[in-house]
């Protein structure tokens, strides 16, 4: 009778939980997290790290409930124990001499053995460029800085220096990398210290989380922040080596940070989502800053290494890369300031949502002005994309388009739309408005579009068009052939990888660039 005591339903309500927890494992390897009702709460099972801890209770408890505890039994679970701690101990001893160095404490600090300028580490210029040197300027974050690598010399930026020197030209260079920093702080740096450094090539090491320009990443997985912060997690990791590589191994399998991340970036900072016009706006500051400094600009987009199947990140690199070729950039008027006019979706533009004015609605004014652009002298082209929601009279003003600069003071280009202009009911039309830039370049271009109250219209996108005469370079295919991790923790590129980007931007600046330099808007143009 003893069978059905306390200790044999125990058994089966363990059985149970390894069952469904298998059952549960299968369903989410076929189908990846799920959603799901169960008594009027919504389950969301996102990664398998609280099913895994119920899972390993319940077979501890499950081969508790089936012992016979005597002196033999108690004798085997010392030995067990024994040998347990024993090759514990042999295995972190293998870690401790095969990554000597990941014992040291803070290995990758800013100090003054591997410190110049302003926390930059690289080489640095001296006064003026000779007649016969050929200045680049490195712009990066923590990639070209080089966390993970000790010595700076061996960063990608002075072993490119060093090749390039052998060729027989004359090459210098100045590096600003700074760890975190994305395209607004490089545009920044390029508006003000520029022109004084007067490059004649810049290069630009991008990777993904630079299009989180407003955007804050996700935060970690809640349970994951729980486990890191547990007392016994702490004094482990800072004490094994072994247990912080079982640490990470099982946060990467359970918590799915890399995966989540890349759906994260498709989902909300991609062409026709609101993240991604900040992201192109700074984008389009800073090409169009490092047009009118050097004469060739080279951006390298720094790959996210190791991964499986297809490429996590592809989506997100192809489109940043996009923006490097000639193409429109699609100003989105619903993000623009307003006087009036309100943000609707379902009106079938480039981005989400529209800004859309109703006649008796609201009071009159401008429906949109923005965004105080920079954009080089020269010829340019706006073209503005609207739509009539209702039926007008030939005569009725439906907007005053324009383009202006100096804070509003100086119009570049105007038109007056009627309703003679409007051609179809409910569907989007095209108005351009040539204008020119007579300066070297203006800081705060302005598209700005007024309503006079006539005229039920939705506005979508002002499309400029640019082109930044941008060459990339793609080290994936080199560095995907082997490990390119610093270290045993440290996912930053080592060594070898800042050698073999190196060797790979050498080639390219050695070639002879195609085309003339033009900026942004003139090839398209014409």
């Known amino acids: 009778m003893k069978e059905f005591g306390l200790r044999r339903i125990l058994k089966y309500l363990a059985n149970i939980v390894i069952f469904v927890y298998i059952m549960v494992t299968i369903f989410y390897i076929a189908h990846g997290p799920v959603s799901f009702s169960f008594l009027g709460a919504q389950i969301r099972l996102e990664n398998l790290f609280k099913p895994f801890q119920i899972l390993l209770a319940a077979l501890l408890l499950r081969g508790a409930f089936s012992l016979a505890w005597n002196k033999k039994t108690l004798f085997d679970a010392i030995i067990l124990s024994i040998s347990t701690i024993m090759a514990l101990a042999m295995l972190e001893g293998y870690f401790r001499i095969r990554y000597p160095e990941e014992m040291i404490p803070l290995r990758y600090v800013f100090n003054d053995a ?23 300027m490195v712009q990066g974050d923590s990639v070209t800085w080089g966390i993970g690598v000790t010595d700076w010399k061996d960063l990608y930026p002075n072993t490119l220096l060093g090749i390039l020197n052998k060729g027989g030209h004359k090459y210098d260079m100045q590096v600003w990398a700074v760890p975190g920093m994305q395209v607004d702080f490089h545009a920044k740096m390029l508006a003000h210290v520029g022109a004084e450094v007067e490059p004649d090539i810049i290069v630009y090491q991008w990777y993904v989380n630079d299009v989180e320009i407003w955007a804050g990443r996700p935060d970690q997985s809640p349970d994951l922040a729980a486990w890191r912060k547990n007392r016994v997690q702490i004094l482990l990791s800072s004490r094994s080596l072994f247990f912080r590589f079982v640490d990470s191994r099982l946060c990467a399998l359970f918590f ?3 995966p989540k991340y890349a759906r994260y970036l498709q989902e909300n900072i991609i062409p026709g989502k609101k993240y991604w016009w900040f992201f192109e706006l700074e984008f389009h500051k800073w090409a169009t800053y490092a047009n009118s400094l050097a004469q060739r600009t080279i951006m390298m987009t720094f790959p996210s290494l190791p991964y499986s199947g297809e490429y996590p990140f592809a989506k997100v690199t192809d489109s940043v890369v996009a923006l490097t070729r000639p193409h429109l950039m699609k100003i989105p008027v619903a993000y623009l300031f307003k006087r009036v006019g309100t943000e609707e979706r379902g009106h079938g533009g480039v981005y989400e949502e529209s800004r859309v004015v109703r006649v008796g609605s609201v009071g009159l004014g401008h429906l949109a002005f923005g965004p105080y652009m920079v954009m080089p002298g020269g010829d340019h082209l706006a073209v503005f994309n609207m739509k009539l929601l209702a039926p007008v009279q030939p005569r009725a003003k439906v907007a005053l388009l324009e383009v202006a600069c100096q804070e509003g003071k100086k119009i570049l280009g105007s038109r007056m739309i009627t309703g003679a202009d409007m051609v179809h009911l409910d569907a989007w039309e095209q108005f351009t408005i040539p204008f020119t830039v007579e300066e070297p370049m203006s800081p705060d271009v302005e598209f700005r579009i007024e309503w006079f ?30 490990n390119t991790h610093a270290g045993l923790f440290e996912a930053h590129p080592g060594v070898r990888a800042h050698h073999e980007m190196a060797r790979l931007l050498a080639e390219k600046i050695m070639e002879k660039p195609t085309g003339d330099r033009v900026g942004p808007g003139t090839a398209l143009a014409k």
């Open 256 to 258: 799915e940070d890399g």
């Open 114 to 136: 591997v410190q110049n300028g302003e926390n930059e580490r690289g080489p640095y210029y001296s006064g003026p460029p000779g007649p016969e040197v050929t200045r680049i």
């Open 453 to 482: 109250g006539e005229a039920d219209l939705a506005m979508d996108t002002i499309d400029v068009p640019v082109d930044y005469n941008i060459e990339v370079v793609n080290p994936m295919d080199r560095l995907k052939t082997f």
